[in-house]
Nanobody, 116 residues
Framework: QVQLVESGGGLVQPGGSLRLSCAAS????????MSWYRQPQGKERELVAT????????TYVDSVKGRFTISRDNAKNTVYLQMSSLKPEDTAVYYC?????????WGQGTQVTVSS
């Protein structure tokens, strides 16, 4: 059974940091590229960051460059999103996605709220 389980979300003040985790099971994690998406309430889901299957290649949406870092540990079947210098506009539900060929899996999401 394929599972992607996000964790690490919560309430943080502007300027603060959070690290999201996405634990994978039920598939060969090291074959899959991984992405983090986010969806603010009432808005469309947007791609935040991607990382290649081996971890050598990463991409970021412009709005998070220099603040967010995506990484993965294939031994632990986990992908991370380290978020720093958080802003209120980073408030959203954050989702991880696994993709390889025609296979795509999504997690259930974790809420991140940036507010004072």
């Amino acid at each position: 059974q394929v599972q992607l389980v996000e964790s690490g979300g919560g309430l943080v003040q502007p300027g603060g940091s959070l690290r999201l985790s996405c634990a994978a099971s039920g598939f060969t994690f090291s074959n899959y590229g991984m992405s983090w998406y986010r969806q603010p309430q009432g808005k469309e889901r947007e791609l935040v960051a991607t990382i290649s299957s081996g971890g050598a290649s990463t991409t970021y949406v412009d709005s998070v460059k220099g603040r967010f870092t995506i990484s993965r540990d294939n031994a632990k079947n986990t992908v991370y999103l380290q978020m720093s210098s958080l802003k209120p506009e980073d408030t959203a539900v954050y989702y991880c996605k696994a993709y390889w060929l025609a296979y795509v899996y999504w997690g259930q999401g974790t809420q991140v709220t940036v507010s004072s």
